[in-house]
């Protein structure tokens, strides 16, 4: 048996009796009306392309000083349909050396698999859609988010195999850089949400939203936000992180050899895959389709009901298309290595420290640790719990420190530089100076004698 329960002023849940775990209500949704909401996911998703191109190179161009796209249609809003265009009627060539099944799959692997995620994120409440009450979600599952993350693992194939399959060098060489910097920041970003899945309790897309009904996640889970944000810029190979593309290395990244609709489903992909960070990034951090905090008190949530929180998602989603254009347009390509140091050496490590100050801050909050203790902002946390978080942070601050320590002084030797005046028999062997650096010649002459002063056996041919 099971109960209707109303999450969050508006978001309906299923919650199966004796179980922790609630899920969206689908009930009163035949086969039928799931498929006119996966119709309208992919028509917002394709028109939010679109709009988003054209958005892109009309910001970009402000921020240039120039027009940007103003001839196709009223301000240029054409442009992105005229390219699509362009690119269905353009000759599809394929290499010689191609495999020719493997080199068609690939696009049609990345542009397909971002369309997968979008049907687990919740874009609005409960709505009358031709007489049946349906949330506005596709699905729901108790492990919703790990299925966005796999998804996210099957649309790399889609890039290897792009690699691969085009029978060039250049191609594989971005497509093998492209999979290490998407595998390697996928990882960031699922130690990212586990704080999110410790606040909530629930990996369930509309039970995380439901527990930000009245506090976002972006306020607890500030630092788990902030990594996000890192390794989604990382995962959609944007500037600036787009080293899979960099032309001046790899001329073009693992699509070099594409054109026509096979380029075009890679373009798709990459943009498409930007609104899925960015509405996984709203559902986890920034209640999804709730409403912002002043106006979700009005008339007792009245803006968080029904098609209300359609326009709450578009709008958080945008911002984060926003942010996306203006890092294009403002920060220059990072070296290839230093990208790969900061993603294993300071994001996967503070992470981990992160999710472990949250497991205790959470047991804390729990009173996993005993009972009785100390009241902080309304909140009793037992005595035992704040001394076992201090003393993480204390060892926190100290390792950073001592880390901080051994930066400076590697940075201080590498400053030092080469000496100017070197020995070039130092080492028994002649080495030839550097540029700007002065032989000592009295060690070459003492070199000299020495060798004719010491006995030497004549070998006669």
């Given at each position: 048996m099971s109960t209707l329960a109303?999450?969050?002023?508006?978001?309906?849940?299923?919650?199966?009796?004796?179980?922790?775990?609630?899920?969206?209500?689908?009930?009163?949704?035949?086969?039928?009306?799931s498929l006119i909401k996966v119709v309208i996911i992919f028509v917002y998703l394709l028109i939010s392309t679109l709009i988003v191109i054209w958005f892109e190179r009309r910001v970009i161009g402000r921020m240039q000083q120039r027009p940007g796209p103003n001839r196709n249609g009223p301000f240029g809003l054409l442009q992105s349909l005229a390219d699509g265009m362009k690119s269905m009627l353009k000759e599809d060539v394929r290499p010689a050396n191609a495999d020719k099944f493997v080199f068609t799959l690939a696009p049609l692997i990345t542009a397909t698999m971002c369309f997968v995620s979008f049907s687990i994120m919740p874009i609005g409440g409960v709505v009358n859609l031709f007489g049946h009450r349906t949330p506005l979600q596709l699905t729901d599952t108790p492990v919703a988010v790990l299925l966005v993350l796999a998804v996210a693992g099957v649309g790399i194939y889609g890039i290897v195999l792009a690699g691969w399959s085009s029978g060039s060098t250049y191609p594989l060489?971005?497509?093998?850089?492209?999979?290490?910097q998407m595998i390697s920041y996928e990882i960031a970003m699922g130690l990212s949400l586990v704080a999110v899945f410790l606040y909530s309790g629930s990996m369930s897309t509309s039970q995380i939203v439901g527990a930000q009904a009245n506090l976002w996640f972006i306020i607890p889970a500030f630092f788990s936000f902030f990594v996000y944000v890192v390794t989604m810029v990382g995962e959609t190979n944007r500037l600036p992180f787009d080293l899979a593309e960099g032309e001046g290395e790899i001329v073009g990244g693992y699509f070099t050899e594409y054109s026509g609709m096979r380029f075009a489903m890679f373009f798709l992909g990459e943009y498409i895959n930007m609104f899925t960070v960015a509405g996984l990034a709203t559902t986890m951090f920034l209640g999804g389709p709730l409403a912002p905090p002043g106006i979700s008190a009005i008339n007792n949530g009245m803006f968080n009901e029904g098609w209300w929180g359609l326009l709450w998602f578009t709008i958080k989603l945008w911002l984060f298309m926003f942010m996306f254009v203006w890092l294009r347009g403002s920060l220059p390509r990072v070296r290839y290595d230093q990208f790969m140091k900061f993603g294993w050496k300071f994001l996967i490590p503070a992470t981990l420290g992160w999710v472990v100050l949250v497991a205790f801050f959470?047991?804390?909050?729990?009173?996993?640790?005993?009972?009785?203790?100390?009241?902080?902002?309304g909140r009793t946390f037992p005595v035992a719990s704040l001394f076992i978080v201090g003393v993480i942070a204390v060892a926190a601050l100290l390792l950073g420190w001592w880390w901080d320590g051994r930066v400076e002084a590697r940075e201080a030797r590498a400053a030092q530089g080469p000496p100017a005046i070197v020995d070039p028999f130092a080492g028994g062997h002649p080495v030839p100076p550097l540029p700007?650096?002065?032989v000592q010649e009295p060690s070459y002459a003492a070199?000299?004698?020495?060798?004719?002063?010491?006995?030497?056996?004549?070998?006669r041919g």
């Open positions: 109303t999450l969050a002023h508006g978001i309906p849940t299923l919650v199966a009796d004796g179980k922790d775990n609630p899920l969206a209500d689908f009930s009163d949704t035949p086969v039928w009306v060489i971005g497509g093998l850089r492209a999979s290490a959470r047991g804390a909050q729990n009173g996993w640790f005993g009972t009785g203790g100390v009241t902080i902002l700007g650096q002065t070199a000299v004698e020495s060798s004719a002063a010491s006995p030497k056996e004549t070998v």
